[in-house]
């Protein structure tokens, strides 16, 4: 076994992570979740598939907000679209500056906890305000704001119901940050660290003496941040990759808008090794681009750099992706090696509510809660994405 194996199989992950990607990681243990657990099984039924028909030809989906109704809100590539429970449209915003149009949106959720929307322009610098039904009210600028000396205020998360709103921070400078700070900025300036997570991306840092890059890959193990929509939860979602020391646990932690932990629970899981063939890919990729970054050294030199710098884990990280539906309930996503899709509900305490056996890969998984409603996307012909509705049967 080469030492760059060893590495692989011994060393920790030193990656960073904000949202969970496609990778197979451990169950939850048969004790916590099983037939006898008194656990509920709730089941989802397909129930609409929307988009690549015609009528609603999408391009690239993101941010899915649902209401109770089975109606729906989302951003897909530079435009807002809201759909009926029906899934037919009413309504689509146009590109450009006026009232109500968007260049560049990159956050959607709702207004102060209530029934209307927001979108954040990053080009234009500004919040506009829409009904449920993307109905034009008010537009307001975003005004630069900065968090000490190193770090600027990034994406908005938030905006509770007494005006403050809650945002993740950016920090200045050519090396890559250790840790995003997490802020609450009330409606006169004052600027509030609500709490600080280390290990926020999807990279791993290649860096060495000359310089360096930093390279994205599909074995994520640091912390997720999860916003309840509209409402006053931040859930922190911690999940290192299994290292061969004692029993492995995910912990997850539920926080007020002033940092104040609600609850903390700890859940055990069975680990998933990352399979040798996997590992071989994905070391190879990595070290091709390490050698093209360094292409005045030796290959003996750059092997060394390489092994010094490059450190992966062994096994899948427990948690593939968590979200919170309206309420404070969090789902959290597993799977068992075999492609499933399998969810762990937590109550707004902080209590395994439900089990949730999820349709295979290939058929998408849930994104998004609400109502009796769970959607999700998937690759259509030519990687059209399509938008998918379940019915939640909770049994």
Not at 131 to 153: M, N, P, W
Not at 251 to 275: K, N
Not at 292 to 318: G, K, M, T
Request: charged letters at 25%; a negative charge.
């Amino acid at each position: 076994m080469s030492e760059a194996r060893k590495i692989l199989r011994t060393t920790a992950a030193v990656l960073l992570a904000a949202v969970g990607v496609a990778v197979s990681p451990a169950c939850v243990r048969a004790q916590e979740t099983g037939p006898d657990s008194g656990i509920a099984e709730w089941v989802l039924t397909p129930d609409l598939r929307i988009g690549n028909d015609g009528e609603l030809d999408l391009t690239r989906v993101r941010i899915l907000l649902p209401a109770d109704d089975g109606s729906l809100r989302f951003l897909d590539a530079n435009e807002l679209i809201v759909l009926g429970p029906s899934g037919r449209v009413r309504s689509r915003s146009q590109r450009g500056e006026g009232p109500g149009e968007f260049l560049l949106p990159i956050q959607l959720a709702w207004w102060m906890g209530s029934d209307s929307i927001w979108v954040e322009d990053a080009a234009l610098r500004r919040f506009t305000v829409l009904t449920a039904d993307g109905e034009y009210v008010r537009t307001f600028r975003q005004e630069e704001l900065s968090y000490g000396a190193a770090y600027r205020i990034g994406v908005v998360r938030n905006f509770l119901p007494d005006g403050s709103r809650l945002a993740l921070t950016e920090q200045y400078g050519p090396e890559p940050p250790d840790s995003f700070p997490l802020v609450r900025i009330q409606g006169n300036g004052t600027i509030e660290e609500i709490l600080r997570v280390s290990y926020y991306g999807n990279s791993a840092r290649l860096y060495s003496e000359r310089g360096g890059g930093t390279f994205g890959h599909p074995l994520p193990s640091g912390p997720l941040f999860v916003f309840e929509p509209g409402g006053e939860r931040t859930f922190v979602v911690d999940r290192p990759a299994y290292d061969g020391g004692e029993t492995p646990r995910a912990r997850i932690q539920a926080r007020s808008p002033s940092g104040t932990i609600l609850w903390t629970r700890d859940i055990a899981y069975d680990p998933v090794p990352v399979p040798d063939q996997e590992l071989d890919s994905l070391l190879a990729s990595l070290r091709q681009r390490f050698e093209n970054l360094f292409d005045d050294r030796s290959r003996r030199e750059v092997a060394r750099i390489f092994d010094r710098s490059v450190q992966l884990p062994s096994h899948y990280p427990p948690i593939r992706s968590a979200f919170s539906e309206p309420g404070g309930r969090l789902w959290l996503q597993w799977a068992d090696g075999r492609g499933d899709s399998q969810f762990t509900v937590l109550d707004s305490d902080g209590s395994i509510l439900a089990r949730v056996a999820g349709p295979v890969n290939d058929d998408g998984a849930p994104r998004a809660v609400a109502g009796n409603f769970a959607w999700g996307v998937v690759k259509g012909p030519f990687d059209v994405p399509i938008i998918i509705r379940w019915t939640i049967d909770r049994r």
